[in-house]
């Protein structure tokens, strides 16, 4: 399973971006799929994730801001992120969890960097 995301970029405080992200390969059954983030000497934190059962979850820090979107069925997902924020500037990663039977594997995308400039 590959997971290719794209969409990140530089932008000014109070500005907008789209993060995009798509699944491929030996796919069976999609559980959740989502956005993490990683700032230097930070750990990696969850931004947004979107269940198959569409419940949706956002991190305090991007609430009323961000929005996940996508149809997980259909093993992509998006992120749109308005009024970024320095404090949002990391290497975002797209998730997803997938079951094969009864064993669940979590993939992870090649990360792409947002530059928010004050």
């Known amino acids: 399973v590959q997971l290719q995301a794209s969409g990140g970029g530089f932008v000014q405080a109070g500005g907008s971006l789209k993060l995009s992200c798509a699944a491929s390969?030996?796919?069976?059954?999609?559980?959740?799929m989502g956005w993490y983030r990683q700032a230097p000497g930070k750990e990696r934190e969850l931004v947004a994730v979107?269940?198959?059962?569409?419940?949706?979850t956002y991190a305090d820090s991007v609430k009323g801001r961000f929005t996940i979107s996508g149809d997980i069925s259909k093993t992509a997902v998006y992120l749109q992120m308005d009024d970024l924020k320095p404090d949002d500037s990391a290497v975002y990663y797209c998730?997803?969890?997938?079951?094969?039977?009864?064993?669940?594997?979590?993939?992870w995308g090649q990360g792409t960097l947002v530059t928010v400039s004050s």
């Open positions: 390969g030996n796919i069976h059954s999609v559980n959740d």
């Open positions: 998730h997803a969890s997938i079951f094969y039977g009864a064993t669940e594997n979590h993939y």
């Open positions: 979107n269940t198959i059962g569409s419940t949706i």
